[in-house]
């Protein structure tokens, strides 16, 4: 069973910078899509960057790909998320989450990681970040 445990949240100042980390346990053969989300209280969960284990190859939505870069190491099973310039809108709480990709792996993360249409599986508790003065 796998399991996604987000870390590295907590109190930045407008303008600061931290980097997430989602350390990732029980994937059998096979390669998955892992994504960051966000979900700040009364609004909707939006993605933030995806990431695929087989090549590590990086997709962002919409304007994230300015302040937030995503990265693996594939030898601690770990994903990252820099976060730079951190705005007061940034504030929410950061989720990771992992889909296996299966035999069609290009599709598949298409439809996770291109257009976001596409459910993850595997959640993890996430990681509260909050952007104040």
């Known amino acids: 069973q796998v399991q996604l445990v987000e870390s590295g949240g907590g109190l930045v100042e407008p303008g600061g910078s931290l980097r997430l980390s989602c350390a990732a346990s029980?994937?059998?053969?096979?390669?998955?899509?892992i994504a960051w989300f966000r979900q700040a209280p009364g609004k909707e969960r939006e993605g933030v960057s995806c990431?695929?284990?087989?090549?590590?190859?990086?997709y962002y939505t919409r304007g994230m790909r300015d302040r937030f870069t995503v990265s693996r190491d594939s030898a601690k099973n770990t994903v990252y998320l820099q976060v730079n310039n951190l705005k007061p809108e940034d504030t929410a709480r950061y989720y990771c989450?992992?889909?296996?990709?299966?035999?069609?792996?290009?599709?598949?993360?298409?439809?996770?990681?291109?257009?976001?249409?596409?459910?993850?599986?595997?959640w993890g508790q996430g990681t509260q970040v909050t952007v104040s003065s």
């Open positions: 990431i695929s284990s087989s090549d590590g190859n990086t």
């Open positions: 989450a992992a889909e296996p990709l299966g035999q069609k792996a290009v599709s598949r993360l298409f439809r996770l990681c291109v257009i976001w249409d596409a459910e993850f599986s595997s």
């Open positions: 029980g994937f059998t053969d096979g390669d998955y899509a």
